[in-house]
Every structure is written in C-alpha cells, then in structure tokens.
C-alpha cells in the first residue's frame, strides 16, 4: 500500500511558465514533508520542506503547499528553468526517535522544461 | 565539507551471491539510513542506523542487512542475490539529533546489477 503517491510521472513545462508537481498522502500520521530533486547517476537532493504545523513555505523560485485535510501537498516552480529538468520525489516522515524514522518517498515525478 | 561517500559505485554480481557495499556519513552524522530505488518501487526504505544500533526497519526480507562502526560509517548487506535485487542502493545520514527533524544527505549511491 503506497502511503505517499505522485500521480504524474512525467510532466512537461514550458521555460518561464510555472510548474506545478502533485503529491498526495494516506498516513495522517505524517507530520513532515520534503521535495527531493535528483538527477540522473546522482543522489537526491533536498530542496524545501515544510511542516505540519504550515500550509506554506517559500524558498526563492520554489514554494510547498500543504493541505492537510485533503492530504495533499504540490511543489511550484516559477519561473522554470531548464536546471530544474530532473524527478522531482515527494517524501514524509512521522515521529520517531531522532526524527530519522526513514523517510517514506512517492515514485516521482519527471519534470522536463522545453525551451 | 565532503559529502556521503559509498563505494563500489557500481557492482554486478550473480543470483546466489552476497554483495557488501559501504556508506561512509558526512563528518559529525551519526544516523545512517539505506534505501533501494527501482523503476517500479521508487525509494523504499531499507533500515536506519544510529550509535552502532538499528532503531528502524522497512518491509524487505531478512537478506537485508546492515551494520553500523563506531565511527558512524555503515555497510548493508544481501545474501543470496535475486533477479530483482537490481537496483540503485542509496544510503542518507543525519546529525540524528533527537527531538527535531534532521535533513537527509544522499550519496550518489552504489548501482547492484545482478545477472
């Protein structure tokens, strides 16, 4: 059973417009939720986060959106960019001991931007 | 600082067969978790290490394993080598301070192709 779902594997944006990538999620136990950026041969890496406790975090170009009763949250993009063509992995976490409980991760998303 | 390193970066190995791969954690990371990605599953959480001590298990049979040094670096294990034990074996390492969420820093992760 996936407890977190990305229901788009692939998206196409146009460069400049905005790009918006879905995530939704079954465990109402989750109360920490990530964006993952990977490229090709390279680990994931972190891009923004928020908590439970927010419906909103912005970092530069990127902003997370929660809504918790709909279990859902989408990533923005704007203005994309070419650099932001990658899989785009949504992640949660619920309490444990550390708060390194092991991260439970969607299959991603293939974000492609065309100049 | 230097990132997390894991070796071989890449390994082929036939069914039956074991296979060791290593995480070595960013300096002053003490919490050590593994993931196998697969074009099907996505990112699946293996096991988390802290102190030497695993303190968090996923859903993977018991040919997984792992361990932790008291330097923090960390190997996993998998006996008898199936078919679909191809994949790309990731490991991610937090301060693992208790209390709050702690960002997870991936390796480029170790490629397991098993013929």
């Known amino acids: 059973d996936q407890q977190v779902k990305q229901n788009s594997p692939s998206l196409s944006v146009q460069e400049g417009r905005i790009s918006i990538l879905n995530c939704d999620y079954t465990n109402s136990m989750f109360d920490y939720f990530l964006w993952y950026k990977k490229y090709p041969a390279e680990g994931p890496t972190f891009l923004i986060s928020i908590s439970s406790i927010k419906d909103k975090n912005e970092d530069g170009r990127f902003t997370v959106f929660l809504n918790k009763s709909a279990k859902h949250l989408s990533l923005h993009i704007v203005p994309s960019q070419p650099g932001d063509s990658a899989v785009y992995f949504c992640a949660a976490s619920h309490p444990g001991w550390g708060g390194a409980d092991g991260l439970t991760f969607g299959k991603g998303t293939h974000l492609i931007i065309q100049p | 600082k230097a990132g997390v390193t894991q070796t071989p970066r890449y390994l082929i190995k036939t069914r039956g067969q074991q296979v060791t791969l290593s995480c070595s954690p960013i300096s002053g990371h003490r919490s050590v978790s593994w993931y196998q990605q697969t074009p099907g599953q996505g990112l699946q959480f293996l096991f988390e290490?802290?102190?030497?001590?695993?303190?968090n298990k996923g859903n993977f049979p018991g040919r997984f394993s792992g361990r932790q040094f008291s330097n923090s670096r960390s190997e996993m294990n998998v006996s008898t080598l199936e078919l679909g034990d191809s994949a790309l074996y990731l490991c991610a390492t937090t301060k693992g301070t208790s209390g709050t969420y702690n960002e997870q820093f991936f390796g480029p992760g170790t490629r397991l192709t098993v013929l």
């Open positions: 290490y802290f102190s030497e001590t695993q303190r």
